[in-house]
């Protein structure tokens, strides 16, 4: 009778005990880094402008992980900056969708590619991850190589065109004689973008 009794408390104890134990959120097993702003960003030094740079914290199965601590460490020299306390680093809490934003970046004089590094670690779990950016100094975002650039692929298409246009016209049998291409002729103004205009 009494071992009866005491299997009859038992089994509702362990079925409790199973019920809560599926309750509890499962303690992550791997962290990953994902990058969800900023990789590849182009930060213009003029306008002291750096892109956003988020992250976000998942475990083994691609869920957020809230509340883990996310340090972004920034280059010691060269192309980059400094927070706007000055410090190279800074460290953020996760928020209940994993994700973490690094604070405001100031931006130094020296352009070209840097990395940020980002580490972030939750209950004895670590991850890390690098982000790759770069500065640049113009005005409006282009460089004057890169406007020379823009304005050689334009005047070589037009003369890969001529060409092309030439050739393909040839069905009759009167032989024609090719037009050389012209070169495009004009101003080019730097600063808010590219002015092609007839010559002053």
Avoid: W
């Avoid at 599926?22 to 097993?29: S, Y």
């Avoid at 990395?115 to 004057?144: C, F, Y």
């Amino acid at each position: 009778m009494l071992s009866r009794t005491v299997r009859s408390l038992a089994v509702p104890i362990v079925l409790a005990c199973m019920v809560l134990t599926a309750q509890e959120p499962q303690a992550p097993q791997k962290l990953n880094l994902v990058i969800v702003e900023g990789e590849g960003a182009i930060n213009n030094i003029k306008l002291r402008t750096a892109r956003e740079t988020i992250v976000q914290v998942e475990d083994q199965n691609h869920k957020p992980v809230a509340g883990a601590v996310v340090v972004f460490l920034l280059p010691g020299n060269g192309p980059g900056g400094a927070f706007v306390n000055g410090s190279k680093s800074a460290t953020v809490v996760a928020d209940n969708t994993g994700r973490a934003v690094m604070p405001r970046m100031q931006l130094n004089s020296a352009g070209g590619r840097y990395e940020i590094k980002v580490h972030a670690s939750h209950q004895g779990l670590e991850a890390d991850a690098i982000i790759a950016q770069s500065s640049i100094a113009a005005a409006g975002g282009l460089s004057t190589g890169a406007i020379v650039g823009i304005v050689a692929a334009v005047a070589a298409a037009g003369v890969i065109a001529a060409v092309v246009a030439t050739r393909s016209s040839g069905n009759s049998t009167a032989p024609s004689t090719p037009t050389p291409p012209t070169s495009p002729s004009g101003t080019i103004g730097v600063g808010s973008g590219i002015v092609i205009g007839p010559p002053r």
